[in-house]
């Protein structure tokens, strides 16, 4: 688990310097860009924070009421706890929504490459 949490923070980080260094002008490194910064953070929000307490083994504010017991909260706060929980999700959806696009833009290159260049320009991806 450690080590997946450190791939996904340095990598998705080399990742992104290196489609900034080379500054290419292609929709698709965009698209592989934003990918990248959304997986940064899911991997900084949440995979650190269990990361701390599978190594500390402190589970602070975990209620035993059942399913509800896999609740992880820093110190006992509660609201830390919702907070990093609406942010994994809502970063996981976006991650999981430019998956099927950046698949999309992958068909259409594959598919269509002569019209690929006229259908997805820098104005379509923003």
């Not at 340095?10 to 860009?33: E, S």
């Not at 899911?42 to 269990?50: D, E, H, I, K, P």
Request: with cysteine; glycine share 8%.
């Amino acid at each position: 688990m450690s080590l997946m949490t450190v791939l996904a923070i340095f990598g998705n980080v080399l990742i992104i310097i290196a489609l900034v260094a080379v500054r290419k002008k292609n929709p698709g490194y965009f698209l592989i860009a934003c990918q990248s910064f959304v997986d940064f953070i899911v991997g900084s929000t949440c995979m650190t924070t269990v990361l701390y307490s599978i190594i500390t083994g402190d589970r602070g504010g975990v209620e035993k009421s059942g399913a509800s017991d896999t609740w992880l909260s820093l110190g006992g706060h509660r609201h830390w706890c919702e907070i990093q929980t609406y942010v994994g999700n809502v970063f996981m959806n976006i991650s999981y929504t430019q998956l099927a696009i950046i698949s999309i833009d992958r068909f259409f290159a594959a598919y269509r490459p002569l019209q690929y260049r006229s259908m997805v320009t820098r104005k379509r991806m923003r």
